[in-house]
């Protein structure tokens, strides 16, 4: 027997379909109501609307879990890399070692950019934020490969340009960014190590790949790869409901993925970090500023709109926290402070009360300055990461016939009629 919801209002009776995810997620089934009932639901943020049924990523915020295509994130963490992952996310299974040299093949074919593209990078100012230059030259690359493929063959082309691209886009922008020589990537080098080389290498100090750091790189990205229905992911879907190209829908993701509230917490945390341990190293007065709801603060890194635990992702980024470091034989003064805030907080009530806990962004800063990521290349190297994500999410959307255009409504509480008044006749 299915279920259904009964909903009463002013005397009527609305049944509504209730659904099953294959997780036990439950959901009422709305999409009839307004045309059946006048009414909407009224939902900010969207904490609690469904707007896709996925098979990608599994999350339950309460126990604190993660599965992408059902695969908990600890075991890939362990095991796999970053290219194997997007394949994993894209296509929906582990890929045999053909199928994954194959795709490294494709990844790499397509590293290069279009040398024209030069010009645009030469072009924005010293200091832009890399994030801003990211997005925009994502949505330039529909300009320079204006066909949208139809065929699953050539579907996988454009991918993997994206995929690959994008990471030499991001070393690119930030070599241009010094005034520095760019760095082409090279054919006999990983995916992660070639961003690595890209970055750093130069004439006149050659960069010795550590396998430590691009084995804390690969973590790192897998990581981020995908988190189901978060705010650049939207942002990505909605694009692609409106039948946008996947170039367009990711420089939006990648335009929403900046957000201080998002991905751009990963720069905020060390920023905040660096503060508490320029004022002396208490962060007394910062837990107490995040707690006042007079004062705007909120301690970065903390919180989720899903886990109301700790974010697994977090407990993985800490460990990777000591080993990078300890590997490296480096001391982060930072770490110290992330610990100790972290442990005031945890037991403060306010944060008990709130469910608050370390988010992935907490200690992933920390990670990417002992591998010499600048501070201001953190959410750009979140973007790379979560990459497979959006085109994974993007590509099921458009085969999902269940898809519509994203338009939510609104509760218009403005003005009600009143008429246009000549200028001399205002007050
Ligand atoms: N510090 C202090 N208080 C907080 C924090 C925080 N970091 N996060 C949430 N709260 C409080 C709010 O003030 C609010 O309190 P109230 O109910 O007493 O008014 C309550 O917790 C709920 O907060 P909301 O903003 O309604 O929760 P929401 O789900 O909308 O926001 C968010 C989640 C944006 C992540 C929030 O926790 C936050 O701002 N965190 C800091 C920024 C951050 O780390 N972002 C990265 C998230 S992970 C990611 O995107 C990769």
Redesign the pocket.
Known sequence: MKKTATLTIDGNTYELPVLEGTEGDKAIDIRKLRAESGYITYDP?F?NTGVCKSSITFMDGEKGILRYRGIPVEELAENSTFVETSFLLINGRLPTRKELNRFSVMLNDHSMVHEDMRHFFESFPRGAHPMGILSSMVNALRAFYPELPEEEEEINVTFARLLSKVRTMAAMSYKISRGHAVVYPRYDLTYCANFLNMMFDSPVRPYVIDPDVVRALEVFWILHADHEQ?SSTAAVRLVGSVRGNIYAAVSAGICALWG????G?NQAVIEMLQQIHDSGGDPMPFIER?KDKSDPF????????VYKTYDPRAKIMKRMCDTILSKLNRKDPLLDIAKKLEEVALKDPYFID?N?YP???FYSGIVLRAIGIPVNMFTVMFAIGRLPGWISQFREGQHDPEQRLFRPRQLYVGDQVRHYVPIDERG
């Open positions: 943020g904490a978060n201080r509230l998002h991905g917490a995040a909120r301690l970065m890194g903390f919180g989720h709109r709130h608050l988010n992935v962004d």
